[in-house]
């Protein structure tokens, strides 16, 4: 972490990361749902809040709130280049939404997908227009196929969470959360990269400075959980998670946020993840994929004192590929 700034450089830049989101919800206003928020008697009795709400971004177009940030990022580019067209690697959810902010925007996008990602993730990503290369199921692979393309068309990066842009896209959904139900004392939000965590905990510790921030990750894919406790960047898990969509590692950039602003990082074991993502499908008549369940299965799982408290959790997205 030397040289990274301190907890106290980040509360001290806060005023101007908060005012980059606000900025980028001005942007992507007209590109986006606003998506509404839900509640459930049965899981907060369940979890022993006094309230609890679910910003539902499994609502976004795409399915996921990755939306919000590839809009913030594609639309920040210049007209040089917008021209010269995009590259991400993402296992679904990033890939569909630099995809479709592509078409949008009419900028040609090639998106670098491992191989085992979801049929129907890939199938959506090529769907709106962008040119899909399979990699393998790893990071390193990720990254030696996009830096080939990036190198033979010039193309510009669109990272998943490691971007000013991105990050301040993705925290627009606890900004729109938060003016819907201003008075939570917690917020839960899955992590994997942690743009969505990175966002929403400027958000939240902008507008409620005592909230508690609580980013859930598998235990599977514990990277960000030990990243938090050590203060350096931990390698990613070998073990296999069914939350595909919580795979990737932190950034500096975006352990350094989240160790200056998150309260906590909690995990839950695998078998907990689809009983939480059914429990929400029965008693809340929604869909959401296994990385928003993440956070359900945290809220349900007693790993957290919620008594009392007025709760609020992102459900990320909704992808599900029923075939499996």
């Not at 005023?15 to 919800?25: C, E, N, V, W, Y």
């Not at 749902?33 to 309230?51: E, I, Y």
């Not at 490691?162 to 900004?175: K, M, S, V």
């Not at 980013?215 to 595909?244: M, Q, V, W």
Request: aromatic residues 4%.
């Amino acid at each position: 972490m030397s040289g990274t700034p301190k907890k106290t450089e980040i509360q001290t830049q806060l005023p101007d990361l908060f005012a980059s989101i606000r900025a980028a919800h001005d942007t992507i206003r007209d590109g986006i749902h606003p998506t509404p928020v839900l509640s459930s008697r049965t899981l907060m009795d369940r979890c022993g809040a006094s309230g609890l709400w679910f910003k539902c971004e499994n609502f976004q177009k795409t399915g996921s709130f990755k939306l919000r940030g590839a809009t913030n990022a594609i639309r920040s580019l210049s007209a040089e280049e917008g021209e010269r067209g995009v590259v991400a690697h993402s296992s679904g959810n990033h890939a569909q939404a630099v995809a479709y902010a592509s078409l949008k925007a009419g900028i040609k996008a090639r998106i670098v997908m491992p191989k085992d990602s979801s049929p129907i993730k890939i199938e959506a990503t090529r769907g709106y227009g962008a040119e899909v290369s399979l990699c393998e199921p790893d990071l390193a692979s990720r990254d030696e196929v996009s830096k080939r393309i990036l190198t033979e068309h010039g193309s510009v990066l669109i990272h998943p969470f490691d971007d000013p842009r991105i990050i301040a896209g993705q925290g627009t959904a606890a900004l729109e959360f938060l003016e819907e139900v201003p008075d939570l004392d917690v917020l839960l939000t899955p992590v994997s990269g942690g743009g969505l965590l990175c966002g929403s905990s400027i958000t939240a510790r902008s507008l409620r400075p005592d909230i508690q921030i609580i980013g859930c990750e598998p235990e599977n894919a514990d990277d960000a959980y030990r990243s938090f406790r050590s203060g350096k960047l931990e390698p990613a898990s070998p073990r296999h998670t069914i939350a595909d969509g919580l795979r990737a590692t932190l950034s500096l950039r975006s352990l350094t946020l989240i160790r200056a602003l998150v309260t906590d990082i909690v995990t839950v074991p695998e078998e907990e993840i689809v009983p939480a993502m059914r429990t929400v499908w029965e008693r809340m008549k929604i869909v959401i994929e296994p990385s928003s369940a993440v956070v359900v299965a945290a809220l349900l799982g007693g790993r957290l004192d919620l008594r009392g408290l007025r709760v609020g959790a992102i459900l990320s997205g909704g992808n599900v590929d029923f075939g499996r």
